[in-house]
């Protein structure tokens, strides 16, 4: 049986599918399969033919949070956020959620039901388990506040983890040494609050970043991690770089530490731009500038 039709039993399959189509960088070259598995039975079957095969793969949400190389990808990626969509509340503001669901439908739905805890993640563009990969945060908060448990695929079996064991820091979580494991869910804890200040603070945010960030360009959020000593955006502000083109990325003009895909930009085209930004940084301050978008299927 041919490898896209044993795919196929199990959830819908894509080949020679444009990673342009599924990141919001709107960057990257094909993957030779692009699978959405049906559900966690599906998913470890896919990843037993994944095995067997030796085929590389990556997990995918939104890709919200991701730069994929210019190159093409030889093996599997894998999507979560067509079935992997289902959430519930209990009356206590406890919260089980799968993975590929949308953080900002996550936090509208738990204002819906008057819980807080959620407002900082309304303005993020991804998913649930790659706002934990991450540990997404937004105004002084972020998920490691509110998670208690993680469901976890690793070593052939579907477990929860528990937060005290997820080493979550600043964007950091045990995930990034861990890139054999799949987050499938979370359970977090929100608290009863008052739903007019609730949907109040989201909408305050929303239009301040509607006013401050290009949200209506091709990007992947904040590229860089803010460093002990300044602001990230402060920082290139200093060096001269807001505005700065490469190819087809460019510092965004509203908001320095995005970096936009200005004019059909390559993956090329913005690690040279981030990789000047760095090196400046680093000359004129001696601060080393860390990126907080991922590279995938990069060969240097």
Same mark, same amino acid.
């Given at each position: 049986?041919?490898?896209?039709?044993?795919?196929?039993?199990?959830?819908?399959?894509?080949?020679?599918?444009?990673?342009?189509?599924?990141?919001? #960088?709107?960057?990257? /070259?094909? *993957?030779?399969?692009?699978?959405?598995?049906?559900?966690? $039975?599906?998913?470890?079957?896919? !990843? &037993?033919?994944?095995?067997?095969?030796?085929?590389?793969?990556?997990?995918?949400?939104?890709?919200?949070?991701?730069?994929?190389?210019?190159?093409?990808?030889?093996?599997?990626?894998?999507?979560?956020?067509?079935?992997?969509?289902?959430?519930? #509340?209990?009356?206590? /503001?406890? *919260?089980?959620?799968?993975?590929?669901?949308?953080?900002? $439908?996550?936090?509208?739905?738990? !204002? &819906?039901?008057?819980?807080?805890?959620?407002?900082?993640?309304?303005?993020?563009?991804?998913?649930?388990?790659?706002?934990?990969?991450?540990?997404?945060?937004?105004?002084?908060?972020?998920?490691?506040?509110?998670?208690?448990?993680?469901?976890?695929?690793?070593?052939?079996?579907?477990?929860?983890?528990?937060?005290?064991?997820?080493?979550?820091?600043?964007?950091?979580?045990?995930?990034?040494?861990?890139?054999?494991?799949?987050?499938?869910?979370?359970?977090?804890?929100?608290?009863?609050?008052?739903?007019?200040?609730?949907?109040?603070?989201?909408?305050?945010?929303?239009?301040?970043?509607?006013?401050?960030?290009?949200?209506?360009?091709?990007?992947?959020?904040?590229?860089?991690?803010?460093?002990?000593?300044?602001?990230?955006?402060?920082?290139?502000?200093?060096?001269?770089?807001?505005?700065?083109?490469?190819?087809?990325?460019?510092?965004?003009?509203?908001?320095?530490?995005?970096?936009?895909?200005?004019?059909?930009?390559?993956?090329?085209?913005?690690?040279?731009?981030?990789?000047?930004?760095?090196?400046?940084?680093?000359?004129?301050?001696?601060?080393?500038?860390?990126?907080?978008?991922?590279?995938?299927?990069?060969?240097?």
């Amino acid at each position: 049986m041919k490898l896209k039709e044993r795919l196929g039993a199990y959830g819908d399959v894509l080949t020679k599918e444009s990673l342009k189509k599924h990141t919001t #960088f709107k960057i990257g /070259g094909n *993957c030779r399969y692009f699978v959405y598995p049906k559900n966690e $039975l599906c998913l470890t079957q896919i !990843m &037993k033919i994944i095995q067997v095969e030796g085929l590389p793969y990556k997990v995918f949400g939104k890709g919200s949070n991701i730069l994929c190389s210019d190159d093409d990808f030889p093996g599997i990626v894998i999507c979560l956020d067509r079935y992997f969509t289902d959430f519930y #509340f209990e009356t206590d /503001g406890t *919260c089980v959620v799968q993975s590929g669901t949308s953080i900002i $439908l996550l936090a509208h739905e738990a !204002m &819906k039901r008057s819980f807080s805890g959620l407002e900082f993640a309304s303005g993020i563009p991804g998913t649930v388990g790659g706002a934990v990969f991450m540990n997404a945060g937004a105004y002084k908060s972020d998920m490691s506040q509110i998670i208690q448990e993680v469901f976890v695929y690793r070593n052939g079996i579907c477990e929860w983890i528990n937060v005290q064991d997820l080493d979550f820091s600043y964007r950091h979580s045990v995930f990034q040494q861990h890139a054999d494991w799949i987050v499938l869910g979370m359970r977090c804890q929100l608290i009863p609050g008052d739903q007019k200040e609730i949907l109040d603070l989201m909408d305050s945010r929303r239009q301040r970043r509607m006013a401050s960030q290009p949200l209506d360009r091709p990007c992947a959020g904040s590229m860089f991690r803010n460093p002990t000593q300044a602001q990230a955006w402060e920082l290139i502000e200093k060096i001269g770089f807001r505005g700065k083109s490469i190819g087809g990325a460019k510092v965004s003009e509203k908001h320095a530490n995005f970096i936009i895909n200005d004019k059909n930009a390559t993956a090329e085209d913005i690690m040279t731009l981030v990789t000047m930004i760095q090196k400046e940084v680093k000359e004129q301050f001696d601060i080393d500038l860390h990126t907080e978008v991922e590279r995938f299927n990069w060969k240097k």
